[in-house]
């Protein structure tokens, strides 16, 4: 896992893959759904989501060129706990919390880190 980047690697039948929560990622679910991904994410955590949901935003984060129906075929066999682990990695890795547990900086999603002196 390479959090200091956001990106977080996972294997399949021995096939590589990367995810990232980066700002074209929440973009593309966002244009793709016309739901918010932070809506989102709060749904899934209510324990009101459904698959499709699911399958959207881990369609939006694998990177690569990956059709929705490959992106389902994968999470079959991940599972959804997998499924769910990596999504929550990837929200950790871009969201981090004040503390800088991800990428090592003393600040909150939104605000500007104080120069290095």
Request: net charge negative; proline share 3%.
């Given at each position: ?8 690697s996972f ?6 893959y990367?995810?990232r929560?980066?700002t074209?990622?929440?973009v ?19 324990g009101?989501?459904?698959?499709k ?10 990177q690569?060129d ?17 499924v769910g ?19 090592g900086?003393?600040s ?10």
């Amino acid at each position: 896992m390479n959090t200091r980047r956001g990106v977080i690697s996972f294997e399949s039948d021995g096939v590589p893959y990367s995810a990232r929560l980066s700002t074209n990622a929440m973009v593309k679910y966002q244009d793709e759904t016309g739901e918010n991904i932070l809506d989102a994410f709060k749904v899934l955590q209510e324990g009101n989501g459904d698959i499709k949901r699911l399958r959207d935003i881990f369609w939006c984060i694998v990177q690569g060129d990956h059709s929705k129906a490959a992106i389902g075929d994968l999470m079959d066999d991940l599972s959804v706990n997998e499924v769910g682990r990596i999504i929550g990695e990837t929200t950790t890795a871009a969201f981090p919390d004040s503390k800088g547990e991800a990428d090592g900086a003393e600040s909150k999603p939104g605000k500007k880190s104080k120069p290095a002196t």
